[in-house]
Structures are given as C-alpha cells and as structure tokens.
Nanobody, 125 residues
Framework: QIQLVESGGGLVQAGGSLRLSCAAS????????MAWFRQAPGKEREFVAA????????PYANFVKGRFTISRDNAKNTVYLQMNSLKPEDTAVYYC??????????????????WGQGTQVTVSP
C-alpha cells in the first residue's frame, strides 16, 4: 500500500519561509514522480510543483517560480517543498502526490493516483 505523509505546515507571517516534507513508502519512492498541489478554501486544487524520479526535471506553477523549490532525497524516501517569500495568497492545504506511471512530471491532478492527507499552510499579512 502506498502511503504519503506530509508535515511542516503552520502559521507564518508574509515574507517568511516554511519547508514542507512528504515521506513516502520506501517501495514506492524510487519509482515515483512526486508533486505538490494546494487547495485554498472555495477553490479548486491546483498544481504547485513536481519532480522527476531522478530530480532533474522540476516544473513549477508560474505563481511560485523563484519562491518555491522542490527537491527529493531518495535515501530518505522524502520530497520537500521549500517555500520562501510567502504571501497571504499562498494560504492553502498543501498535498503531496505520486504517480508510478513512467514519463516526465505532469501538472494535472488526475495524473496522480496517490495522495497524502494534506498539511495546512497559513500566511498572515
């Protein structure tokens, strides 16, 4: 069974930083393309960033380019999302997702078959 567990969310002031972590099942991680999505109240879930199995392909949503960085540590079966220069509009529940389908990282939520429970990020003005 594939398990994803996010952590690292919390309350931060605008301009601050947070690092999210997502621990995955060991038998899954090395084969998976990983991604972060987010969902704000009353809005649809949206793509944030993704990372290929080898870490050399990392697409980002335009609204986080230059502020967020996705990375993975295959030895620890963990993917990270470093979030800097946070804005109030970044407030959302952030979800980790994985797909075992080979190929480059995708940006659609339907491309990912397994999801974590989410972690809340709140950015105050």
């Amino acid at each position: 069974q594939i398990q994803l567990v996010e952590s690292g969310g919390g309350l931060v002031q605008a301009g601050g930083s947070l690092r999210l972590s997502c621990a995955a099942s060991p038998h899954t991680f090395g084969r998976g393309v990983m991604a972060w999505f987010r969902q704000a109240p009353g809005k649809e879930r949206e793509f944030v960033a993704a990372i290929s199995r080898t870490g050399d392909n990392t697409p980002y949503a335009n609204f986080v380019k230059g502020r967020f960085t996705i990375s993975r540590d295959n030895a620890k079966n963990t993917v990270y999302l470093q979030m800097n220069s946070l804005k109030p509009e970044d407030t959302a529940v952030y979800y980790c997702a994985v797909t075992l389908v080979p190929g480059p990282p995708k940006m659609g939520s339907r491309d990912y078959g397994h999801w974590g429970q989410g972690t809340q990020v709140t950015v105050s003005p």
